[in-house]
Every structure is written in C-alpha cells, then in structure tokens.
C-alpha cells in the first residue's frame, strides 16, 4: 500500500468514527455509490478511492429478490474476501448478513468484474480476531465500530467459485 493512501486513511479513519459521520453516512454514501456505479458502468465506487470495495450481489432472506450492497472488503489470500456487517455501529446486523446467512451463494463485482462466491460466517475466535487484525491491518481502529454497536459483528469470508454453467444436451 503507497504511504500516501495509508496517510490518507490514518486521518479519514478517526473521522469515520465520529457520531456525525455514523448519522450521515448510512444515509448519503450508498445513493453516491449507486450514482457513481451508473455513471461509471461499475467500474468505479466511492469508498474504493480509500479501501478495497465491492459489490455484493446477494439474494434476499425473506423476499428472495436481488439484492445489492457496496461494502469494504479485506483481501485474504487468493479468491478470498473478508467483509464485516458494522453498519456504522448501529445496534442491528445489517440485512445483508441475514441474506448470506439465508443463501450463501452469491456474487461480488469489484471493478465492474463479475465473481461467483460462497459465504461463510466466521465464527471461531481465533479466527475472528485473525479477520480483525487484517481489517485494521487495511483500516485502523475499525474493530471499533463491533464495540460501539453492542453486539458481536458477523464477519463472512468470501470465497471465489468456479462458474457454473448450464450444460447443453
């Protein structure tokens, strides 16, 4: 990572933390995302411009409609992807977790890319502080939003599939 990122993100990220970003956020950055991603052809995301973003392109738990949410993600060794439901440290998991949860079959795009991926939930301690420490590794000081939420934070580890393709005759 170039010193000038890392720089940039070591003075991004206490703001990040702040009760008024915490407020704004959820509601102004996924509309610039959606914005940004129509103009660009997904090619291009907001929050990529500090830190590795995606989109997941999941199935709903409940309606079984598409379902897309731009998220940070940790790179974890080759085909592999950490996200983490924070939600600003609000108090609820957010309905993407509940999504993988329900249909871990999914997709992501980073870079307007296409890539099948199986989710699965992180759950062991060892493994989850290993996950934590290669979040903060890209992100300093993010464990705290699991903290200020009050509730244990689902990690899923994203793990790239071969494509499968409809067989003729």
């Not at 950055?29 to 392109?57: K, N």
């Not at 949860?101 to 997709?107: C, I, K």
Request: glycine share 8%; aromatic share 6%; net charge positive.
């Amino acid at each position: 990572m170039s010193g000038p990122v890392q720089l940039l993100r070591s003075a991004i990220a206490p703001l990040t933390r702040t009760r008024a970003f915490r407020a704004v956020g959820p509601v102004l950055l996924p509309p610039a995302e959606r914005l940004l991603a129509a103009l660009t052809r997904g090619r291009v995301q907001l929050s990529a411009l500090l830190v590795p973003s995606l989109v997941l392109h999941s199935t709903g738990a409940r309606s079984g409609e598409p379902r897309d949410t731009y998220l940070m993600y940790t790179p974890d060794g080759p085909g592999r992807a950490i996200v983490a439901g924070t939600s600003f440290a609000r108090d609820r998991h957010p309905a993407w977790t509940y999504n993988l949860l329900a249909h871990p079959d999914a997709s992501i795009s980073v870079r307007g890319r296409p890539i099948p991926v199986r989710a699965s939930r992180i759950t062991d301690d060892g493994e989850r502080d290993a996950a934590w420490a290669r979040i903060e590794a890209q992100w300093p000081g993010y464990r705290a939003y699991e903290r200020d939420s009050g509730r244990v934070v689902r990690l899923f580890r994203l793990q790239a599939v071969a494509r499968t393709e409809p067989r003729a005759g």
